[in-house]
Nanobody, 116 residues
């Protein structure tokens, strides 16, 4: 099993920045990829970004490309999502997700609210 704990959410004005973190209970190297999703009020959960834990290769949804940056901290078994130039439409609960040993694991989510 894997436990994931997100942190760093909060209220920020449009144009501002936040840094989300996801701490894993196991070495992130065994998980291949770590992902961030988000779910806005009244909408379906959507994929935001992925980092390959070994290579550090990242991929981003078009809606966040150029504004969000995903990185990993191997020593802390953690991935960080730096979010800059935030927009109102980035308001959502952000979730960290991994697939490990054939099962999907999700964190509890951290809420991001962007005000105009």
């Amino acid at each position: 099993q894997v436990q994931l704990v997100e942190s760093g959410g909060g209220l920020v004005q449009a144009g501002g920045s936040l840094r989300l973190s996801c701490a894993a209970s196991r070495s992130i190297f065994v998980m291949n990829n770590m992902n961030w999703f988000r779910q806005a009020p009244g909408k379906q959960r959507e994929w935001v970004a992925t980092i390959a834990t070994l290579s550090g290769t990242t991929n981003y949804a078009d809606s966040v490309k150029g504004r969000f940056t995903l990185s990993r901290d191997n020593a802390k078994n953690m991935v960080n999502l730096q979010m800059n130039s935030l927009k109102r439409e980035d308001t959502a609960v952000y979730y960290c997700q991994v697939r490990y040993d054939g099962s999907d694991y999700w964190g509890q989510g951290t809420r991001v609210t962007v005000s105009s």
